[in-house]
């Protein structure tokens, strides 16, 4: 750090850390204390994922609370973005601080996860106080004592981002960085927005998804949706605390490849093993560039979808397994066939088949057919042949 450092940059800095190492602490009694209440209630896995979550906290409690703090921070940075990583601190903290409030209601272990990751991501990207920090800032000092804005050659930050006060606690409704985003609501994107929100919030009133990515029937676990007024959130629950199956949708018009990019590979990093999440962003449109690239993508967790509000289109890799299943639940069209629908149908058009062609009809893995093939022959809806066959015929008289 250089000498002469102004107190206002010190002090700022300072009181985020604070703030930072806070919500940490609260976060570690929070998790301790249902550790100990799972543990008594004899509730072992919610108890082993509680367990594995302190050790998160513990180790960055541990790393804010090293002599060296600021070990962490990068070297690089003027002043602009020294408040920047500064205000991002701040509301990373504020986001774990919520999460930690709604953890006795619901136990979303993808959600504790996904802010710690970004706890610690924003550690990392802290600026320190170097030379040219502390130039811009004098620089800007000087600016507003001569009022000379258009004689002074040098990088200054806007007013507005000079006198906002960093350590106050802001919360935001979803994981992106608003500060970047480059359009603006007209009333007419905006009318348009809503429009889907509100498609898509009717459609997760009525109806939830049936399986995940890799096949697992989840129709009957708990649904769980999430509405603001830029994104709409539906999560499958597994149990008490893990979160199978994740449905993203979020308001993000940045069109710019190398952002979008860095931006999904963070989350994508995120997505904890056997958990999956849909991701789908809105725009008014897309770039050219940024659309070819989605229908390219491809992560086993992840399925990325991208929104035009302008013309009704949804844009993704069509040869990812269930994505066109997926993009159902991101697109404003309301025609669904559940399960018990095309299995209708298919018992319907197949006198005999097998657990393998059931699986290939409807999208579920092998374990999911073979547990729906027991409960169709516990309905008789089915029989089974026999003599080792493993081919199964349907009982019209049950169609």
């Given at each position: 750090?250089?000498?002469?450092?102004?107190?206002?940059?010190?002090?700022?800095?300072?009181?985020?850390?604070?703030?930072?190492?806070?919500?940490?602490?609260?976060?570690?009694?929070?998790?301790?204390?249902?550790?100990?209440?799972?543990?008594?209630?004899?509730?072992?896995?919610?108890?082993?994922?509680?367990?594995?979550?302190?050790?998160?906290?513990?180790?960055?409690?541990?790393?804010?609370?090293?002599?060296?703090?600021?070990?962490?921070?990068?070297?690089?940075?003027?002043?602009?973005?020294?408040?920047?990583?500064?205000?991002?601190?701040?509301?990373?903290?504020?986001?774990?601080?919520?999460?930690m409030e709604m953890l006795t209601r619901d136990i979303d272990a993808?959600?504790?996860?996904?802010?710690?990751?970004?706890?610690?991501?924003?550690?990392?990207?802290?600026?320190?106080?170097?030379?040219?920090?502390?130039?811009?800032?004098?620089?800007?000092?000087?600016?507003?004592?001569?009022?000379?804005?258009?004689?002074?050659?040098?990088?200054?930050?806007?007013?507005?981002?000079?006198?906002?006060?960093?350590?106050?606690?802001?919360?935001?409704?979803?994981?992106?960085?608003?500060?970047?985003?480059?359009?603006?609501?007209?009333?007419?994107?905006?009318?348009?927005?809503?429009?889907?929100?509100?498609?898509?919030?009717?459609?997760?009133?009525?109806?939830?998804?049936?399986?995940?990515?890799?096949?697992?029937?989840?129709?009957?676990?708990?649904?769980?949706?999430?509405?603001?007024?830029?994104?709409?959130?539906?999560?499958?629950?597994?149990?008490?605390?893990n979160i199978k199956l994740k449905l993203n949708t979020v308001w993000?018009?940045?069109?710019?490849?190398?952002?979008?990019?860095?931006?999904?590979?963070?989350?994508?990093?995120?997505?904890?093993?056997?958990?999956?999440?849909?991701?789908?962003?809105?725009?008014?449109?897309?770039?050219?560039?940024?659309?070819?690239?989605?229908?390219?993508?491809?992560?086993?967790?992840?399925?990325?979808?991208?929104?035009?509000?302008?013309?009704?289109?949804?844009?993704?890799?069509?040869?990812?397994?269930?994505?066109?299943?997926?993009?159902?639940?991101?697109?404003?069209?309301?025609?669904?066939?559940?399960?018990?629908?095309?299995?209708?149908?298919?018992?319907?058009?197949?006198?005999?088949?097998?657990?393998?062609?059931?699986?290939?009809?409807?999208?579920?893995?092998?374990?999911?057919?073979?547990?729906?093939?027991?409960?169709?022959?516990?309905?008789?809806?089915?029989?089974?042949?026999?003599?080792?066959?493993?081919?199964?015929?349907?009982?019209?008289?049950?169609?």
């Amino acid at each position: 750090m250089k000498k002469n450092v102004p107190s206002e940059l010190l002090q700022i800095q300072k009181n985020n850390t604070q703030i930072a190492f806070n919500s940490l602490k609260g976060a570690h009694k929070t998790v301790e204390r249902l550790i100990q209440r799972t543990y008594h209630n004899k509730d072992i896995e919610t108890s082993c994922k509680l367990r594995d979550i302190r050790a998160l906290i513990s180790q960055l409690i541990l790393d804010m609370d090293s002599a060296n703090t600021y070990k962490f921070g990068s070297d690089d940075g003027d002043l602009d973005q020294f408040y920047e990583r500064e205000h991002e601190l701040v509301d990373v903290s504020s986001r774990l601080a919520k999460t930690m409030e709604m953890l006795t209601r619901d136990i979303d272990a993808f959600s504790i996860e996904q802010d710690l990751f970004d706890f610690e991501k924003t550690i990392k990207n802290r600026i320190k106080i170097e030379q040219i920090v502390v130039d811009n800032f004098n620089c800007k000092a000087n600016l507003n004592l001569s009022n000379e804005d258009h004689n002074i050659n040098c990088s200054v930050i806007d007013n507005s981002t000079f006198t906002n006060n960093f350590s106050t606690t802001t919360t935001t409704d979803t994981n992106m960085d608003h500060k970047n985003i480059e359009e603006k609501f007209t009333p007419q994107t905006l009318s348009k927005l809503n429009t889907y929100i509100n498609c898509l919030e009717c459609k997760y009133s009525d109806h939830q998804p049936e399986m995940t990515p890799n096949g697992d029937y989840v129709g009957s676990n708990k649904w769980i949706v999430d509405v603001s007024s830029e994104s709409i959130t539906g999560k499958i629950k597994d149990g008490i605390l893990n979160i199978k199956l994740k449905l993203n949708t979020v308001w993000y018009p940045i069109n710019d490849l190398t952002q979008i990019i860095k931006y999904v590979q963070s989350i994508s990093s995120s997505v904890p093993k056997n958990q999956y999440l849909t991701l789908c962003l809105i725009n008014s449109s897309w770039n050219k560039d940024i659309t070819i690239w989605a229908r390219e993508y491809m992560h086993p967790r992840l399925i990325l979808l991208l929104y035009e509000l302008d013309h009704d289109v949804i844009v993704f890799n069509q040869n990812v397994n269930c994505s066109t299943y997926f993009s159902f639940w991101h697109n404003k069209i309301d025609n669904i066939y559940s399960l018990d629908e095309i299995i209708n149908t298919f018992l319907g058009q197949n006198e005999k088949f097998t657990v393998n062609d059931l699986s290939k009809e409807t999208g579920l893995n092998l374990k999911s057919s073979k547990d729906l093939i027991d409960r169709l022959l516990n309905e008789n809806r089915i029989i089974e042949l026999g003599f080792g066959s493993s081919m199964y015929i349907t009982n019209k008289f049950k169609i």
